[in-house]
């Protein structure tokens, strides 16, 4: 059965950093693609990034470009987004989704990750 379990979510301030975790159980990371979505209040859950397990491939939003960085420990089998120079609008609940790393489009997409975490709370304030 593959589980995924977010941590490292909190409070920060604006321009801080946070890392989240995903531990992945169940799945052997090189044939699966992992991303990691973003749900605010009244919005639409959104792909932030993506990476392929195989070839380590990523993709970024470009609200996130050049702030986020998605990377995977295959040796722990976790799959971790360093978030910098937060903002005020990267507040929301984020989750890690994985799916066999076969035909998906860059941009990930919910439909097609099978796979989901609980989600961690992640909130940018003074």
């Known amino acids: 059965q593959v589980q995924l379990v977010e941590s490292g979510g909190g409070l920060v301030q604006p321009g801080g950093s946070l890392r989240l975790s995903c531990e992945a159980s169940?799945?052997?990371?090189?044939?699966?693609?992992v991303a990691w979505f973003r749900q605010a209040p009244g919005k639409e859950r959104e792909g932030v990034s993506r990476?392929?397990?195989?070839?380590?491939?990523?993709y970024y939003a470009d609200s996130v470009k050049g702030r986020f960085t998605i990377s995977t420990d295959k040796s722990k089998n976790t799959i971790d987004l360093q978030m910098d120079s937060l903002k005020p609008e990267d507040t929301a609940v984020y989750y890690c989704a994985a799916t066999l790393d076969y035909g998906l489009s860059a941009e990930p997409k919910s439909y097609q990750y099978d796979t989901w975490g609980q989600g961690t709370q992640v909130t940018v304030s003074t």
């Open positions: 990476i392929s397990g195989g070839d380590g491939s990523t």
């Open positions: 169940g799945l052997a990371l090189d044939y699966y693609a």
